[in-house]
């Protein structure tokens, strides 16, 4: 059966997901001799932290290393550095059996529901075989007893059960994915970009299913998106990646409300507004996200940066509290403060 209804839990003192340093470095190119040449530095020295129930919301423009976090997170990719330590375990450390046994908890929603379910599996198949991975059934009758619970629990009838995966819509064909990804009772789920690839009009679907089982099972959730109004509307925190790096990072609330990095606020400029006399202005950012290879010295948002002075181009800037609560990687912002770190 499905787990059972629960309050909704309260934010942990202790997170339950960990990362410190974590990279991920690509080679590319080779010199004569064989030699790597260069890297692509996907992921450059992350540090993030998730409580158990809670939202954080991942932002950034394409390219900035999002997707490639989660996927190391997940050990989908394997990181070059630093350490992922969730429930108290490192995943990094973890034999590939003892690695299996963990994804139990760490589940992951893809971004494509159309390439992200086997065509040739049913839909009964494609739900119930991380139960059947993790021994969470007696016998085939109670595999799908489970089954047919989950599909309810996200809104499909159960007699899908028999259907592939052809036979659905965009929309549905996702929540059968979070049907999935449910199914062995998770602590935290990595959604990649779960509605980019539906209609508007079932996009806002999804993201309150995706709440609903937030509050019924306490799951915490790593999201991951471009769209600031969708993480707006879900995250508890949020964090703005620029170039593999955290640039920002905050309680929702305080980040919309006043954003202590010129990228994020170039960022929310960005969204579409209703009220044509509200004053704001677009931040248009010249030029685009530089190359992870051969990235600009010092701060990396400085070619781009309206606000970049003499020191930017010089100074890598860290990651420090810039307004309680909220840190930002600006020298900008670290000056103007008066936090110290």
């Known amino acids: 059966m499905t787990p059972p209804a629960a309050a909704p839990l309260a934010r942990a003192a202790e997170p339950i997901l960990e990362v410190r340093g974590l990279a991920k470095h690509y080679p590319a190119g080779t010199s004569f001799l064989g030699r790597t040449r260069d890297w692509v530095r996907a992921v450059d020295g992350v540090d993030l932290e998730i409580r158990a129930g809670e939202t954080l919301g991942l932002v950034g423009e394409s390219g900035s290393g999002k997707t490639t976090l989660g996927r190391c997170i997940l050990r989908l990719l394997e990181p070059t550095a630093g350490s992922v330590r969730f429930l108290g375990q490192d995943l990094l450390a973890l034999a590939p059996g003892d690695m299996r046994r963990a994804r139990r908890d760490l589940q992951v929603i893809f971004q494509d529901p159309y390439s992200s379910l086997n065509p040739r599996m049913r839909v009964g198949e494609i739900v119930g075989e991380p139960i059947l991975i993790h021994r969470l059934a007696k016998n085939r009758a109670e ?11 996200v809104g499909l009838d159960p007699s899908v059960m028999t259907k592939y995966p052809h036979e659905f819509s965009g929309g549905q064909r996702q929540r059968i994915g979070i049907a999935r990804a449910l199914s062995v009772q998770p602590k935290l789920i990595i959604a990649d970009e779960p509605v980019s690839a539906l209609d508007v ?3 806002a679907q ?15 959730y790593l999201f991951i998106s471009h769209d600031l109004r969708v993480v707006e509307h879900v995250a508890d925190r949020v964090a703005v990646m620029y170039l593999g790096k955290i ?40 030029g685009e996200v530089p190359s992870a290879v051969n990235p600009p010295p010092g701060c990396a948002f400085h070619p781009r940066c309206p606000e970049a002075f003499d020191r930017c181009p010089q100074t890598v800037p860290r990651l420090l509290e810039t307004a309680p609560g909220q840190r930002a990687a600006c020298l900008l912002a670290e000056a103007g403060s008066g936090v110290k770190p």
Request: no cysteine; hydrophobic share 40%.
């Open 143 to 153: 595999r799908e007893e489970r089954v047919a619970r989950l599909l309810e629990t």
């Open 201 to 203: 009009s079932v996009q």
């Open 247 to 286: 640039v920002e990072e905050a309680d929702s609330g305080d980040l919309y409300r006043s954003p202590q990095h010129p990228y994020t606020r170039a960022l929310l400029s960005a969204i579409p507004t209703h009220d044509p006399v509200s004053g704001r202005k677009r931040i248009v950012l010249p």
């Open 206 to 220: 999804v993201i309150n299913l995706l709440m609903d089982l937030q509050a019924r099972f306490g799951i915490a």
